[in-house]
């Protein structure tokens, strides 16, 4: 009988757990001190049972449960909880999720092979947030085979799964395709998509790319002129480039003062190479 209350203690500490945390006058010290308890001992066999109460607390909308038990469950199950850890990170709660962030990309690069068997389905499946979440991920464990995959998605109508192409192209450097269809995506309808392009082309920094780049410098969107410049800042080298000048001189003057602090910002740096 004694083995058996042993036994039964983590599961109704979790219980315990999960009960509070859906409770929004419980004292967060307990919970915190639960919390810590199972993550300090891992146990296999509740893996299900911490899956069922992230599942509920996502349904719930609760953030700051699924941060708890995300936490948890990624120290008990490792990069076996990919599946269930990815499909609680794909809903926006409203958190930044910076923890459960760093954990699925941490996990996915210890076992890329894993995490790739796991991660693919999802990029090509029919739940739009569990798309984008997928996308992402694959960025920290791409192949070159992920790039026809990433065409395709380039083309959907969702913006955030469009977006997140944007972000996760700059994982192939500089392979041909993938910078072609960095280049169109500029052309995007949606502005968000273009500054994260930008941001990828300014990372990748390639010659190549600066004629598209430069064109969005009259685009409609003040945020995209602003990330202009920030792109073209990171083009250094040096010779300067007249073209790309010109342009950060036109940014310089725009109407909007936080198109020409960048513009300022970007000027600031070494001579631009074309």
Same mark, same amino acid.
């Given at each position: ?14 219980? $315990? ?18 919390? $810590? ?35 948890? +469950? ?11 850890? +990815?499909?609680?990170? #794909? ?17 996915? =690069? ?39 995959? +990433? ?5 959907? #109508? ?7 192409? *944007? ?17 169109? +995506? ?28 430069? #064109? ?9 002129? *602003? ?11 040096? $010779? ?9 001189? =036109?940014? &310089?003057?725009? &109407? ?17 190479? #074309?």
């Amino acid at each position: 009988m004694e083995d058996q209350r042993a036994a039964d203690h983590p599961t109704l500490r979790l219980d $315990e757990l999960a009960a509070g945390l859906a409770d929004p006058d419980c004292d967060l010290d307990d919970l915190a001190e639960i919390e $810590e308890e199972l993550v300090a001992v891992p146990r296999r066999e509740l893996i299900p049972s911490v899956e069922r109460h992230l599942a509920a607390a996502v349904e719930a909308g609760n953030w700051y449960a699924r941060h708890v038990l995300a936490r948890i +469950l990624a120290e008990t199950a490792g990069h076996t909880a990919l599946a269930a850890l +990815l499909q609680a990170f #794909s809903r926006d709660l409203g958190d930044d999720q910076d923890s459960l962030s760093t954990t699925l990309h941490v996990l996915a =690069q210890e076992h890329p092979a894993a995490a790739r068997d796991i991660i693919l389905p999802c990029a090509v499946g029919n739940d739009d947030d569990l798309r984008r979440a997928a996308i992402w991920l694959l960025g920290f464990v791409p192949d070159p085979a992920d790039l026809s995959l +990433l065409a395709h998605a380039a083309q959907v #109508s969702d913006e955030g799964i469009r977006n997140a192409v *944007a972000c996760t192209l700059g994982s192939h450097g500089t392979e041909p395709e993938a910078i072609d269809l960095l280049l169109q +995506l500029l052309d995007d309808p949606a502005p968000q998509v273009r500054i994260s392009t930008l941001s990828t082309l300014g990372f990748l920094h390639l010659p190549r790319t600066l004629w598209k780049i430069r #064109s969005l410098a009259n685009d409609d969107n003040t945020r995209v002129r *602003a990330w202009v410049a920030i792109a073209l800042g990171h083009f250094a080298a040096p $010779e300067p480039d007249l073209a790309t000048l010109a342009v950060l001189d =036109q940014l &310089a003057a725009d &109407a909007d003062p936080y198109v020409r602090d960048q513009a300022a910002a970007a000027r600031q740096r070494k001579p631009l190479r #074309s």
